[in-house]
């Protein structure tokens, strides 16, 4: 895969995709100099399984690395996840655009927020996939 979201319904298509990807803070970083934070996730191949049908057997599903590279870049804040801390992982779950600022939102109410000009967006599958038993299960929040 490899996808480039620039409008507002590109980005809502490129949500959908990562959705549920692990980012290891370590692979996240931001280069204010060339105004980019480049991160790399895992990626739970989620098309692949929108058409399975299980009929008692388990679901061979698919993981990948995606390279996720956001351009025009002013400014990089978090929100609940200390940077320093290379070990954590964080569970990807959308992007919220508001007026000049981009979200990317994770589990536990952990957010990077991005100050941008405009919306450029790049991500693309790396390396061969790889199998999996295992899908993220989130507990329903009323």
Known sequence: MRLQATPLDDLKVL?????????PIADILYTPSQKQVIMVLQRFRLELTKNVETIGKPIGYQGCLCGLVIDKVESMQTHQIDM?????????????????????????????RLRINS????????GKNWPTTQRLKHEETT
């Open 15 to 23: 949500s959908a995709l990562l959705h549920d990807s692990i980012v």
């Open 84 to 112: 320093n801390d290379r070990s954590q992982f964080l569970n990807f779950l959308t992007f919220y655009d508001g007026a000049q600022h981009l979200d990317l939102q994770f589990s536990d109410s952990k957010v990077i």
């Open 119 to 126: 919306l450029k967006l790049t991500a693309t599958d790396m």
